[in-house]
């Protein structure tokens, strides 16, 4: 299990933090220890040798949903999490209309 740190922030007097503002934050430190974990750069090495391959490569940090029901998995990666809701509910909703589990 991974190892938990905490860090207290300030905020405006007054100013008080949603849930919604949590989760960004909770989202943000996890995408900070994530590009941390990768300083080693071996991602690099395995892009210079597909660019060499011909392909253009590129990268971008996104959202993944997951549904599951029954032994069933839809999993999806958007630009944001409301786009990767809408995407996993498409497929989901896909599901029970074509009436699959």
């Given at each position: 299990?991974?190892?938990t740190?905490?860090?207290a922030?300030?905020s405006?007097?007054?100013a008080?933090?949603?849930?919604?503002?949590?989760?960004?934050?909770?989202?943000?430190?996890?995408t900070?220890?994530g590009l941390r974990?990768?300083?080693?750069e071996?991602?690099h090495?395995i892009?210079r040798r597909?660019?060499?391959a011909?392909?253009e490569?590129g990268?971008?940090i996104?959202?993944i949903?997951e549904?599951?029901r029954r032994?069933?998995?839809?999993?999806?990666?958007?630009?944001s999490?409301a786009?990767?809701f809408?995407q996993?509910?498409?497929l989901a909703?896909?599901d029970?209309?074509e009436?699959?589990?």
């Amino acid at each position: 299990m991974p190892s938990t740190n905490s860090r207290a922030l300030g905020s405006p007097r007054g100013a008080a933090l949603s849930d919604t503002d949590r989760e960004l934050l909770d989202a943000i430190a996890e995408t900070l220890a994530g590009l941390r974990e990768d300083a080693d750069e071996k991602w690099h090495d395995i892009a210079r040798r597909l660019e060499a391959a011909g392909w253009e490569v590129g990268w971008r940090i996104g959202w993944i949903a997951e549904a599951r029901r029954r032994g069933v998995h839809e999993q999806v990666v958007g630009r944001s999490r409301a786009d990767a809701f809408a995407q996993l509910a498409s497929l989901a909703l896909l599901d029970d209309v074509e009436g699959c589990p």
